[in-house]
């Protein structure tokens, strides 16, 4: 009998060695392993053909022949689960919006990376107004689980698009250009614009861009378009060094700008050339000199929320285009346009007040945003309650300092960080900065977003 128990004891022993046995990896757990991840890239790179277990070819998505934005939806999900090395990953970040798509189509508890980066639609019964929502470069739908709700909640149709290159791993980006961006917009525009009757768009950073871009090229809109929300929307980059990147690009074998640990499954960390061309191209179309004489500017109204302090997008340049739009409406539709505006009102252009309402919030000694320094670009549309991004949240945004390896420890770890948008100023106080990835100002923006929507209805 002694030796059955010890052969048991062996057995189970055995069993619990097996890597199938082991504690499964989660996206909350690998955080730790940060150091290791920069240096391998272990999550840097898509899945490719040789990859598949069945040595089947991997899902893609020919926009020409999709017959509804379901269609979409299903073969959207499949490039992710077939293309993003963690696809099967558990992520216990449970948010409002994965709940809704849980028990629409019957998932877990615990959602799976897949899940939470996939494109989306929230839809209600019986009704004929939607918002389609654009995430930015590196971004996923996730950016926008948070706000899902708000619209949810007053009756809209929530949809999002998920941008080619986008949901996977960073080097999808190497090799996808702002045409394919492009394309995607399109579709998801058109076919919203089919299928309801009041329609909504908005965008974050290059979302806005391409919204924008979409609509210059009209000589006439669609009168569904009843507003236009507008995040931290890419006008120009922040570094006047940007549009070097697509000549470094073209040089063989230097793909990348950063090289991070990509231990943040909504967002990509590592940065490659082409990313940065191709949104300078896509920019360029929008503001640059030669699109000006032939741009088309509409009769609809903006919602924008913007920060002075934006360090990848510079804001002067993004308030000068939100002017030349509202100049080209009339006076009562002006109106019906809000800016919130992170940063010093003086600093606005002259006539911007005279077009639109301009809201500067003010922050209180006892609010959240009395410990913050200054709201970055990224932080725009999330939530403090964001389980992931959030004030309670594990993640830190730290990849501003992923060439100073004690910083970036220190980062990570330290429980005394400051938060903000990493501006020269904030990198040199004495603690560690967090790059800011929530609102603080969140609640008060969801007032004035009700407030727009009542006026453009």
Known sequence: MKSVNQYLILLLWLVSSLPFAQAQEDCLSIQDDYVSLIESGKYRFANTPADNAKGEPLASINFDK?????????????????????????????????????????????PKISQLVAPFELAQENNDKAILLIHGLTDSPFSFHDLSQFFYQQGFTVRTLLLPGHGVAPSELVHTDYEKWQQAATFAIDQTLNDYQQVYLGGLSTGGALIFNYLMQQQQVDEKIKGLFMWSPASKAKSDLAWLAKYIDGIPFIDWIDLDADIDFAKYESFPYNAGAQVHALMKLVVGEGANASRQMHDIPLFVVASEHDQT????????????????????????????????????????????EVIVPECSPESLCSEIFDVAHIATTNSPNNPHYGVNGQYRNCGHYVTDAPRYKACK?????????????????????????????????????????RNTD
């Open 413 to 453: 770890h330290n429980k005394q960080v400051i938060k903000g948008e990493v501006t020269a100023m904030n990198l040199t106080r004495d603690l560690p900065m967090q790059r800011l990835t929530y609102n603080p100002y969140y609640q008060e923006m969801l007032e004035a977003m009700t407030v727009f929507l």
């Open 66 to 110: 999709l017959s509804s934005y379901q269609a979409y939806l299903d073969g959207a999900y499949q490039v992710v689960v077939d293309k993003n090395p963690r696809a099967n990953m558990p992520c216990p970040i449970v948010t409002k919006t994965y709940q809704q798509l849980a028990k629409k189509n019957q998932w877990s508890k615990t």
């Open 313 to 356: 997008i510079d804001t002067a340049h993004t308030l000068q285009l939100v002017q030349q739009w509202l100049l080209a409406s009339p006076i009562a539709q002006m109106k019906k346009s809000m800016l919130i505006y992170y940063g010093d009102n003086n600093k606005l252009p002259s006539r911007l007040v005279d077009v639109m």
